[in-house]
């Protein structure tokens, strides 16, 4: 994928996320890593609806800001993702409502925060690591990130929202549409006799179809 392309898509799954209710406001942002190193993310301040493949941030490969409009405030959890998994590409961050809303809850296990409700959520997001609160612009739980990371493709910030990645833009925005459809599946289901699939059955999902990558 060439940058003008990877401009591209970043300014497509931008639209389509916010036009689907995926992120309001200016909430939410979206990174690639680019094949000749370095990033390019959504700036700040700016609705995923509006972003302009013109007007990308770029960042150096240590994250450092090259050219384009300033970026996210929220850069630091894109690169405490990239730096556990190498091998991905991009990297999206939502405060999408149900995946939010599993964030605040205080009963479920910390590395382990989205039932396994489905196998799909197993093939496309796998287990799911909860990070402790932390206010806007504290950057102290990048360390935390990146230990989980190395594990875990997707990370819930509690009171706040996932970070996905993935290896293109495609598979990590598809892994945040399953983890949002999940979280929703599980506020549906509160206070009925439900079953997540058990470790029996997810481990046959994981032998057929291969675990999260
Ligand atoms: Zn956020």
């Known amino acids: 994928m060439t940058e003008q392309e990877a401009r591209e898509a970043l300014v497509d799954y931008g639209r389509s996320l916010f036009q689907r209710g995926y992120s309001c406001g200016t909430s939410g942002n979206l990174s ?3 094949p000749a190193g370095g990033f390019l993310m959504s700036p700040t301040n700016v609705s995923l609806g509006r972003l302009t493949a013109d007007a990308l941030s770029r960042l150096d490969a240590d994250g ?3 050219d384009g409009a300033a970026p996210t ?3 630091w959890l894109h690169l405490a993702m990239y730096a556990a998994r190498p091998n991905d590409r991009a990297v999206v961050h939502l405060h999408s409502t149900y995946a939010a ?6 009963d479920l296990p910390a590395d382990d925060a989205l039932p396994a409700l489905t196998p799909y959520v197993i093939m496309r997001v796998g287990r799911v690591a909860l990070v402790p609160y932390s206010r ?13 990371a190395a594990a875990h493709r997707a990370v819930l910030l509690a009171n706040h ?9 495609e598979t990590a925005v598809s892994a945040a549409e399953e983890l949002e459809e999940t979280a929703r599946l599980f506020f549906v289901l509160e206070g009925r006799p439900s079953r997540p699939l058990d470790r029996e059955q997810i481990e046959d999902v994981q032998r057929v179809f291969g675990a999260a990558p």
């Open 32 to 34: 690639v890593r680019l």
């Open 64 to 66: 450092r800001h090259l």
């Open 73 to 75: 405030k929220e850069a």
């Open 101 to 106: 809303a599993l964030s605040c809850r205080t």
């Open 136 to 148: 806007p612009g504290d950057t102290t739980p990048a360390a935390t990130i990146r230990q989980l």
């Open 161 to 169: 929202g996932p970070v996905v990645a993935g290896r293109d833009l």
